[in-house]
């Protein structure tokens, strides 16, 4: 995905720091935004993971730090549950200037309950998608219950939240206190997906319940096995992030990238993309890349990665056809392959041709006698993208049109 830092205001005047990403070939379908948990970031790798998920179906992904976390401006101890949610309402605002108005919006944790209370402010969202939220934004204080009573004695107390000390003042409980979720959920009609994880010791699965059992169709509820509270294993969020990116897909007229079509057996696409481009043939369309050590962003298998592939795969199959003729035993092959070349001299010391080496390596199991696997080695070095390697070809390049 490509990403670039932005800057909005919010209405009390501060500077907050958002994140778009957005799909490499910049060609977008819809819009998301994204809230944080409770003094999370934008950048949490769980969000990051999320967001590239969804980038690759087309989807640009705003994320941005709630005022005075990581990179935006404020104080947080002056900052509570409501002006979150106006920072959100801020943001959307923001991309509608900017972009186009976000028809999805996704919360996790306290700020899945934020995108369901800011969601009644924004028209233009058609999906909503909490992950690990509570079902109440009261259930918050239960991260620093131990300093409850010095936060009604003295106004304001110091919590250790994640290994990091926040000033929580009595404002900021009592605005919590202040907001009924299942009342609003009584009244949201926009499709809803649920997510939760079973075994969340933060916010526990009973939240989900509420929250599903509050809302009102069309809402949906999908399982988290296995996942914590934040998401930290990766492939938990990116499990997330294809998930979401399916199901908002029922409820948005995502149009479809333009196929591309051929009357040749391959065609191949780029745009300003850099190096990243999509391949078509009859049946099937994927994307070739170059790695980042090159200036690409490793979305698919280089060239030569694809020419290897074509070798590898040809040649397993020939094996395949063959012993399948023979009727012999041939249980298994894996073919090992590597790309190299070497710039070969002449006798006087002038540079001479290029010679590309190709090492293939097989692996076959059968029960299979030696001269039947020596047979299949030879067959191996006859399959037809072998021929052609090694057989004189001619490329032709011409300009259509």
């Known amino acids: 995905m490509n990403s670039k830092k932005l800057f909005f205001t919010n209405r009390a005047g501060s500077k907050l720091v958002a994140r778009l990403d957005t799909p490499v070939n910049q060609k977008i379908k819809a819009c998301a935004l994204f809230a944080h948990c409770f003094t999370c970031g934008k950048n949490l790798s769980a969000v990051r993971n999320i967001s590239r998920a969804l980038t690759l179906e087309g989807i640009a992904v705003f994320r941005f730090d709630f005022s005075g976390l990581g990179e935006s401006e404020g104080d947080f101890a002056d900052t509570n549950f409501s002006s979150n949610v106006e920072d959100l309402i801020d943001a959307a605002a923001f991309m509608g200037e900017q972009l186009e ?28 998608i909490t992950i690990g939220a509570p079902a109440s ?6 991260l620093f219950e131990g300093q409850l009573h010095k936060i009604e004695k003295n106004g304001v107390a110091e919590v250790s939240i994640g290994g990091r000390s926040f000033n929580i003042k009595k404002q900021f409980v009592d605005d919590l ?13 926009t499709p809803l997906l649920i997510m939760h994880a079973p075994q969340d010791t933060t916010v526990g699965i009973g939240n989900a319940k509420e929250i599903y059992q509050a809302a009102h169709h069309p809402k949906s509820f999908v399982s988290l096995d296995g996942a914590d509270h934040l998401l930290t294993d990766k492939k938990d969020s990116l499990y997330v992030g294809s998930i979401l990116a399916t199901w908002v897909k029922k409820y948005l007229d995502l149009q ?5 079509t051929t009357d040749k057996q391959v065609v191949v696409n780029i745009d300003q993309s850099h190096y990243t481009s999509r391949v078509a043939t009859n049946n099937h369309q994927f994307l070739a890349d170059e790695p980042p050590v090159v200036g690409g962003k490793g979305l698919g298998p280089s060239p030569f990665e694809f020419l290897l592939s074509a070798l590898g795969s040809c040649t397993v199959m020939t094996l395949r056809m063959y012993a399948d003729r023979k009727k012999w035993d041939l249980q298994e092959v894996t073919a090992h392959l590597s790309y190299s070349k070497e710039n070969v001299r002449d ?3 002038a540079s001479g041709k290029i010679i590309s080496q190709f090492d293939l390596e097989l692996e076959i199991e059968g029960n299979l006698t030696p001269e039947q696997k020596n047979r299949l080695l030879e067959i191996a070095n006859k399959c037809p993208v072998h021929k052609a390697l090694i057989g004189e070809v001619e490329v032709e390049a011409i300009l259509r049109g």
């Open 137 to 142: 934004p009261q259930h918050l204080t239960h």
């Open 101 to 128: 108005a976000p028809s999805i919006i996704i919360g996790h944790s306290l700020g899945g309950a934020a995108v369901l209370f800011a969601t009644e402010h924004l028209p233009s969202i058609k999906a909503v």
């Open 256 to 260: 479809p990238e333009e196929e591309l």
């Open 347 to 349: 006798t006087s010391g």
């Open 177 to 189: 206190m202040t907001k009924s979720l299942p009342r609003l959920l009584s009244t949201m009609r």
